[in-house]
């Protein structure tokens, strides 16, 4: 029976001398493990791809690499997923900071719902996405068949293009503000009101400079993607060469069509156009260390 | 100022946090709102504010309806539980915020501001200050701070949310004393919200008691002490 001293029924380990070391930390050889399998994830999903598209690319020498940039076509592709990149992210910063602010600022009902929303393009593959506004504004459509006879085609056009980024990127700034704008409450908002400051204002110089780190990784997260991506606009765009064929799109055609220099050198310089912003965004972390440290929850 | 409570109600979703309640403060009086939490009492104190807006019922200050005044028109100093003060400024820049809020027309120039963020600072007894981030701060100099910013747009009175819950019981008590002294200096109409009738009894002249959004009594520490007006009420203040 039970007697209400466990200490009779618990063996105490013996001292163990190899245990000398902090509780927190593991043994030599889990360690060793661990960052052997943490490094060799890392080169083989990360490095080696990247290793294999610059060497793909420089294979014929870099002269034929750049010669193969400086075609029509795959100028126009750059161009034009610059473009669409230029078009989507502000927009997309501009919607995340309102769905973020009203989620996070005003009790309501259905917010649980409007979350779960904002999170619909993550979870529906955007090749569907593609399909739904290919239904929506085709010519066949309603709205689609109007908007062609008003010269303003939206399928196989710009417009859809940045249509089909803006969905397939909507999230990336709404989510990484969302936590950073909840765990930092109200309190701020409200003592920036009972000073006299108006909404606008409350905004400008309490809460945006808040949350502004958050929403440059949003912001940079929502451009490497709006730039990369190839399912949704793929279907939306009509893949018409030199016309709407964004980055992705034009290197996949390059690719299929054996142009293995041409295909490798246009994904190189996708691939920095992805590193310059992860470059960009530790630049500025580094020169701001300070006053990221001073924001930070007292 | 004088304020008016006349009846104020409100009701969140289908919780009821404020019965209606009447209460009159007099004009430079430093009243505590004392109750448990769940009172009401911070409800109220944000009512006056014009934080939130009651379900029913009037705020008079000096006899003019308040009650559908804006939170930047009300001019109330609000220092908030945990200070709220603005992370990413300084002390100078966080006392100075208020004045440079104001709309063009009303707005101090740069060395007024300067003067009287100076003068705050001398007022809290922490001039040296001004440079510093909320983060490099002990509790209790963020209360001052918080407090100074207060009183920085010149407020009509001053409300604040138990301004010495986050703090460690030494400092508590050279705190109140600061409280106190800020208030007869400036002769506010000052209400604050505490849990803690120590607390209560010590700084104020009037205690206000609360339980379950109704106001239980009113009255002087001493005569609250004396003469409790309900159960609940006694045994609040022997615990």
């Not at chain 1, 062609?148 to 503000?177: K, M, Y």
């Not at chain 2, 703090?167 to 004393?177: C, I, P, S, T």
């Amino acid at each position: 029976m039970f007697d209400g001293s466990p200490e009779d029924h618990i063996p105490v380990p013996a001292a163990r001398t190899s245990a000398w070391r902090p509780v927190t930390q593991e043994s030599p050889l889990v360690r060793a493990v661990l960052i052997a399998v943490a490094l060799g994830g890392l080169a083989i999903l990360v490095v080696a791809p990247l290793i294999v598209v610059f060497a793909e690319a420089l294979a014929k020498g870099a002269g034929e690499a750049l010669r193969s940039l400086a075609k029509p076509e795959a100028l126009s592709a750059i161009r034009l997923t610059l473009i669409v990149a230029a078009i989507t992210v502000p927009l997309n910063a501009i919607f995340g900071i309102a769905a973020a602010w009203t989620i996070t600022k005003f009790d309501f009902r259905g917010k649980a719902f409007l979350i779960t929303l904002i999170d619909l393009p993550f979870s529906i593959s955007p090749v569907v996405a593609g399909l739904a506004l290919v239904l929506l504004f085709g010519t066949n459509s309603l709205i689609g068949g109007w908007l062609v006879a008003q010269n303003f085609p939206i399928i196989f056009a710009l417009p859809g293009i940045v249509l089909a980024s803006i969905f397939v990127t909507f999230p990336f700034v709404a989510r990484e503000l969302i936590p950073v704008m909840i765990e930092q409450g109200r309190a701020e908002e409200e003592a920036a009101l009972t000073l006299g400051a108006s909404g606008w204002r409350v905004f400008l110089t309490v809460t945006l400079p808040n949350i502004k780190w958050a929403l440059l990784y949003g912001v940079l997260l929502c451009n490497a993607r709006a730039m990369g991506e190839f399912g949704a606009v793929a279907v939306v765009s009509g893949k018409i060469r030199g016309q709407t064929a964004t980055m992705p799109i034009t290197i996949e055609m390059m690719y299929n069509e054996y142009f293995s220099v041409a295909a490798f050198s246009l994904a190189t310089v996708l691939a920095l156009l992805g590193l310059l912003t992860l470059a960009l965004k530790t630049l500025l972390e580094w020169r701001h260390a300070d006053q990221l440290a001073a924001t930070r929850r007292h | 100022m004088h304020i008016e409570i006349d009846e104020i109600a409100k009701t969140f979703g289908s919780t009821t946090a404020l019965q209606p309640v009447s209460l009159a403060i007099p004009s430079g009086a430093l009243v505590a709102l004392l109750g448990p939490s769940g009172s009401g009492k911070t409800t109220l104190l944000r009512i006056l504010g014009g934080l939130e807006f009651p379900t029913s019922g009037r705020v008079l200050f000096d006899g003019q309806d308040a009650t559908g005044l804006t939170v930047q028109e009300r001019r109330a100093g609000f220092v908030f539980q945990s200070y709220a003060l603005f992370r990413h400024m300084t002390v100078f820049e966080n006392i100075a915020y208020g004045l440079r809020a104001r709309p063009r027309r009303s707005r101090p120039p740069h060395a007024e501001i300067e003067r009287r963020v100076t003068k705050l600072l001398e007022l809290i007894q922490l001039p040296q200050i001004a440079d510093r981030y909320p983060s490099q701060l002990s509790g209790g100099q963020r209360q001052r701070v918080a407090l100074a910013r207060a009183l920085a747009i010149e407020p009509r009175m001053l409300l604040l949310d138990e301004p010495f819950g986050a703090l460690d019981a030494r400092v508590r008590k050279e705190l109140r004393q600061g409280l106190r002294e800020i208030h007869d200096t400036t002769g506010l109409t000052t209400v604050f919200v505490t849990h803690d009738q120590d607390e209560a009894m010590e700084l104020a002249d009037l205690v206000v008691v609360m339980s379950m959004g109704r106001i239980e009594q009113v009255g002087r520490p001493q005569d609250i002490r004396a003469r409790p007006a309900t159960p609940f009420v006694r045994e609040f203040i022997e615990a």
